[in-house]
Structure formats: structure tokens, C-alpha cells
């Protein structure tokens, strides 16, 4: 995520050459990973939804982003 995005609420990942976008509220993916990044990417999302949210409101107002933890 970063403070100068525009909408919609998205965040983005990077694995190796390959990059995403993944839309907030959705869970639209624009762009193309791997099978298993992109899986791993998708379950980690899904228990961070609310959380990535928070983020994007945050960044919108310019303030510093909550830590979000990653999968274990």
C-alpha cells in the first residue's frame, strides 16, 4: 500500500519478476503470480481483510500504516 494511491482500496505484492494488485473489497486480482504465491497471497488477504482496510484509511489520511502479520 501507499499514501499516494487512489481508489479503489487495494494493495499490492511482488514475488520474484511478478507483481499483483488485489482489490480490497473485492478480492479482484489484476496481474499474474504463480499458483502457489498466489494462494498464499488470497489466504493471507483473507484474514486481513478488515485490517488492509484500516491501512488503506490510513494511508488515505497520510498517517503510518499498522504492522499487518504475515502467515505463519
Request: hydrophobic content about 35%.
Given at each position: 500500500?501507499?499514501h ?7 494493495f ?6 511478478s ?18 504465491a ?8 483473507h ?20 504492522k499487518?502479520e504475515?502467515?505463519?
Open positions: 500500500m501507499y499516494e494511491e487512489h481508489g479503489p482500496p487495494h499490492h505484492a511482488v514475488y520474484g519478476g507483481k499483483i494488485k488485489v482489490d480490497i473489497r473485492s478480492g479482484q486480482v489484476r496481474g499474474r503470480f504463480p499458483p502457489r498466489l494462494r498464499l497471497v488470497m489466504e493471507w488477504y484474514l486481513h481483510t478488515k485490517e488492509l482496510l484500516v491501512n488503506w484509511n490510513l494511508a488515505a489520511d497520510t498517517k503510518p500504516l499498522e499487518i504475515p502467515l505463519e
